[in-house]
Structure formats: C-alpha cells, structure tokens
C-alpha cells in the first residue's frame, strides 16, 4: 500500500514537472548587492533580488513574471518591483548613472498590496499580483505590451525595486541583473489554482502514505488470526 502512494505521488510530481522546471529557468542575482547609491536601508530585505524568471506563453499570449525576493514582500510599505521590458525599441534609460546594459521601453509596476500596473497602458486586473511569503508574481496579458520590433518571445528583462520614500535612481536598491537584460522562458502558464492543487494532492499523499506505514505493524495479528481459523472448524466438525 505504501509503495503504491509513493508510486501515485511520484507520477503527480513528474507530471507537475514540466510547468514547474520551465518556472525555474530565468536568473539569479546576488544576495545583499545593495545599490553604493541606494538611499533606503539594507534592512529591507524584500527589496534584494534573489530570482527573476519571465514564462511567455504563446497560446495564451501571456507573460508571468516571478520574482523571489531575500526577505518577505511587504516588509517595506514603499516598496515598488519594477520590471523593465525591452520589446524591440529598448534603450540604456540608465547610463548616465553607470547601467548602460539594462534596456527597455515599457515597465511594469508590481506592489506588495497586489495591485499592479503597465506603465503608460494600465492597471493590471484584480487578482494578476499574488505574493506569497518571499516571492511576487504578476500575470501580464500579451495585448498590454505590444511588440515596438521584437517578437514576444524575444523579449528581454530585468527587475529592479525601488523605496519608493526617496527619488530618482536613489530609490532603486538592485538590479537583476546587474547591468544586463535576461531572456524570455517559453511555455505554457500554470492556471494559478493548478501548480497549488497538485502540491496539496502530494501533501495528502504523503499523509495517506505516513498513515498506511503506522497501521504496518498490525497487519501480521491480522495474519495470525487468519491461520488459525482453520483449527477452529475442524474442532467444531
Ligand atoms: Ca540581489
Ligand atoms: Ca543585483
């Protein structure tokens, strides 16, 4: 009975796997690489990139941005998670402050509150921020960033939050990454309940399995009732 759940809880995570593995392509970024010039604290955490990943899916003509951030988003109240996009028309915006191999033509502004926006587009629709714990994730529709040349799978990336209690390239604490643009991942974007769903599917599995493995020891009184059996009706013929 065990190895069967464990065997049930195997397929499930190989057939999460895909959705989940491209989720996990992108960039990592340096812990506690504060900007020399950023003017907020080093004690907001939930403002230093560990993660970045950009899934584009075609079918759904729909951009996911994932970020993971070193502390819990929402610690800073004036926190702001920009990504800059270069759809084909990108320039260096921040060279005369030393970035010049971070381009773009289009931001999008996440905040901690769930709410969200493209610059110069629109709002986002209720529900497209999710945080959860150290991480913020934002679902784009493709129709919000048209192409100024590039085709959308061809997009490139970089994240940079902001305190927004001070100004200018001040209130910018780190980019990732550092100086450069990273690229699109291709694939197909996990309704949100789904990657949720099988999680909690494995976890009851697991439950089930831990259950089935401490009723181990009574199955051999089970068996030795059984044995005897026999014994008994010839006694009573
Ligand atoms: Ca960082
Ligand atoms: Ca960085």
């Given at each position: 009975?065990?190895?069967?759940?464990?065997?049930?809880?195997g397929?499930?995570?190989?057939?999460?796997?895909?959705?989940?593995?491209?989720?996990?392509?992108?960039?990592?970024?340096?812990p506690?690489d504060?900007?020399?010039?950023f003017?907020?604290?080093?004690?907001?955490?939930?403002?230093?990139?560990?993660a970045?990943?950009?899934l584009?899916d075609?079918?759904?003509?729909?951009?996911?941005l994932?970020?993971?951030?070193?502390?819990?988003?929402?610690?800073t109240?004036s926190?702001?998670?920009?990504?800059?996009?270069n759809?084909?028309?990108?320039?260096?915006a921040?060279?005369?402050?030393g970035?010049?191999g971070v381009r773009?033509?289009?931001?999008v502004?996440?905040?901690?509150?769930?709410?969200?926006?493209v610059?110069?587009?629109?709002?986002?629709?209720?529900?497209?921020?999710t945080?959860s714990?150290?991480?913020?994730?934002?679902?784009v529709?493709?129709?919000?960033l048209?192409?100024?040349g590039?085709?959308?799978?061809?997009?490139?990336?970089?994240?940079w939050?902001?305190?927004?209690s001070?100004?200018?390239f001040?209130?910018?604490?780190?980019f990732a990454?550092?100086?450069?643009?990273?690229t699109?991942?291709?694939?197909v974007?996990?309704?949100p309940g789904?990657?949720?769903?099988?999680?909690?599917g494995?976890?009851?599995?697991?439950g089930?399995?831990?259950r089935?493995?401490s009723?181990?020891?009574?199955?051999?009184r089970?068996?030795?009732?059984?044995?005897?059996?026999p014994?008994?009706v010839?006694w009573?013929?």
């Open positions: 009975m065990r190895q069967r759940w464990f065997r049930l809880a397929a499930l995570a190989i057939a999460a796997s895909p959705a989940l593995a491209l989720a996990l392509d992108g960039i990592t970024d340096r506690d504060f900007l020399s010039s003017a907020g604290s080093s004690s907001s955490t939930d403002l230093d990139v560990l970045a990943t950009v584009y075609p079918g759904a003509d729909l951009f996911q994932s970020s993971t951030l070193a502390g819990a988003v929402g610690t109240d926190a702001l998670y920009v990504w800059g996009v759809r084909g028309a990108g320039t260096a921040f060279a005369a402050d970035i010049d773009f033509d289009r931001v502004l996440l905040r901690a509150d769930g709410s969200g926006s610059g110069g587009v629109g709002d986002l629709a209720a529900g497209s921020v945080v714990g150290n991480t913020i994730t934002a679902l529709p493709g129709s919000m048209v192409s100024t590039f085709d959308k799978r061809d997009y490139t990336w970089n994240l939050p902001r305190d927004t001070f100004a200018g001040a209130a910018i604490s780190d990454p550092d100086n450069a643009n990273f699109t991942t291709i694939g974007v996990p309704e789904t990657v949720a769903m099988m999680l909690a494995l976890l009851l599995l697991g089930q399995a831990r089935s493995a009723r181990g020891p009574k199955a051999p089970h068996e030795y009732r059984h044995t005897n059996a014994v008994r010839r009573l013929r």
